[in-house]
């Protein structure tokens, strides 16, 4: 089965189940009015995105520059620093750090770009243990899933579901209260980190001033991932890359506001480096692998190229109607909603993800969502076009000529459209909703509005 078609099955499923649409909806609601509170704190919340947005697009634009600067200052204070073109190449160079360091246990922090180069399949092949350490991410490990939501993982189960779950996969769950399922994991997790051979830590900002990485969290289950362990990794993608330290006075309470509805996250955390002469605590080794992965490819591409520019605050997921209705897990790739829909035709593939380009209702409320303007849904626009001019269809094409034809002569749409259609409505209800209607695609599920029995035109005329 195409993507598409596994797309579109999805699809059919998730929209019909009720349950899951207001779990979902519930979940959103409280994080909608205090993302709002929390977006007055800002002076001027529309200047704070503008300022965003420009800081990334200079970020972008100078990407070359930036990435020499990160690594030129990373490296000099010892960290090791790989360049991984494909996601294979990440996984490669993260298991030969694995078999140098005769490593049999890993604890992660959340990453989404470990999610994009499928890091855990890889680690685990290769015989060692894996413990994601993010609530969500635990929770969704134990599910064998992969996360719901770029920040939310797993936002679509309910306590219940959850406390089921710890108590067949961990023997313990007192209650459905979130505090007593929090310290259940927390009981776990503690005895990983202190086993764990190596720590692998995604990464929320790169700074090319400084040299330093950049994570921000809630739980500190980052910093333990980091700190216990004798190596750390750190895997990003290289748009992370941000130009000064004090963007990060912008960036970190954006991030928190529109991220979790938060002033600013509970852990900030700026790693410079392993652990230095007379330093007590921190990695002795440090390795921090950029991933590549198709995002040159996009840089090239000048339509698009702000794409790059995504903080991964999950807020353009929140407010788009189709995500919120047919749930993370549809779009069966790493990157979902609107962001996901606009990135995984270039990191894809544009044959195989064109499909997610059309699941948009176009009502521009993900564009008007992201902190950094990036101007969502024009791009899914756009490679609407793109996948039309690499395999346009003929009955498209023709249908569309058809259309202009009618449209453009008035005589032939006052008559072939709006008497034909009134025409046709009185006979319609003898065919809805079966195979035999010419609207069923939109009948099976949907009601036709009918055709007011006047058009405005009609009404103007005969008032005077
Ligand atoms: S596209 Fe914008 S709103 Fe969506 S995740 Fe990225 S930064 Fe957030």
Not at 458 to 463: A, D, G
Request: hydrophobic fraction near 40%; include cysteine; proline fraction near 5%.
């Amino acid at each position: 089965m195409t993507f598409a078609a596994q797309f579109l099955k999805q699809a059919r499923v998730m929209t019909a189940d009720l349950r899951h649409r207001q779990i979902i909806r519930t979940a959103l609601r409280n994080y909608e009015i205090v993302r709002d509170q929390r977006k007055a704190a800002f002076q001027s919340w529309e200047s704070a995105r503008q300022a965003a947005a420009e800081t990334k697009w200079e970020a972008v634009n100078h990407l070359d520059k930036y990435l020499e600067q990160f690594v030129a200052k990373l490296e000099a204070r010892g960290t090791k620093v790989h360049w991984a073109s494909t996601g294979a190449q990440a996984s490669e160079i993260i298991l030969q750090i694995v078999r140098e360091k005769k490593a049999r246990s890993v604890i992660k922090s959340k990453a989404m770009t470990s999610e994009e180069v499928h890091l855990n399949d890889a680690l685990e092949k290769a015989g060692l243990e894996v413990v994601e350490s993010d609530l969500g991410e635990f929770i969704m490990q134990l599910r064998h899933e992969t996360p719901y939501h770029i920040v939310f993982p797993s936002m679509h189960l309910t306590r219940g579901e959850i406390r089921e779950l710890f108590q067949k996969e961990l023997g313990d769950a007192p209650s459905d209260n979130p505090e007593d399922l929090t310290l259940v994991a927390r009981r776990v997790l503690r005895k990983k980190y202190v086993q764990a051979d190596l720590g692998i830590t995604g990464a929320n900002f790169a700074i090319a001033e400084t040299g330093m990485v950049s994570i921000t969290e809630n739980e500190g289950n980052a910093r333990l991932t980091a700190a216990l362990p004798k190596t750390m990794i750190t895997l990003l993608g290289i748009e992370k890359v941000l130009p000064r330290l004090e963007d990060l006075a912008l960036f970190l309470p954006m991030l928190a506001t529109v991220g979790a509805a938060q002033l600013i996250s509970g852990y900030n955390t700026l790693y410079s480096g392993p652990r230095q002469p007379g330093e007590t605590d921190g990695p002795e080794e440090w390795h921090v692998v950029l991933l590549d992965n198709r995002r040159t490819a996009l840089l090239a591409d000048a339509e698009q190229r702000d794409a790059l520019h995504c903080i991964r605050c999950g807020s353009c997921l929140n407010v788009c109607p189709i995500y919120r209705n047919v749930g993370g897990h549809t779009y069966g790739t790493t990157y979902c909603g609107p962001i996901g829909a606009v990135i995984t035709p270039h990191l894809r593939g544009l044959r195989d993800w064109k499909h997610l380009a059309y699941a948009s209702t176009l009502c521009g409320a993900c564009a008007e969502a992201c902190p950094v303007k990036i101007d969502l849904h024009h791009r899914l626009l756009q490679t609407r076009r793109n996948s039309v001019q690499a395999k346009p269809r003929w009955w498209e094409k023709l249908a569309f000529k058809g259309f202009a034809v009618i449209a453009n002569r008035r005589p032939l749409w006052r008559y072939l459209i709006t008497q034909g259609g009134r025409l046709g409505q009185r006979f319609h209800p003898l065919v809805k909703g079966t195979r035999l209607d010419p609207a069923y695609a939109w009948t099976k599920t949907r009601e036709l509005p009918p055709i007011a029995p006047q058009s405005f035109k009609e009404w103007w005329r005969n008032r005077s």
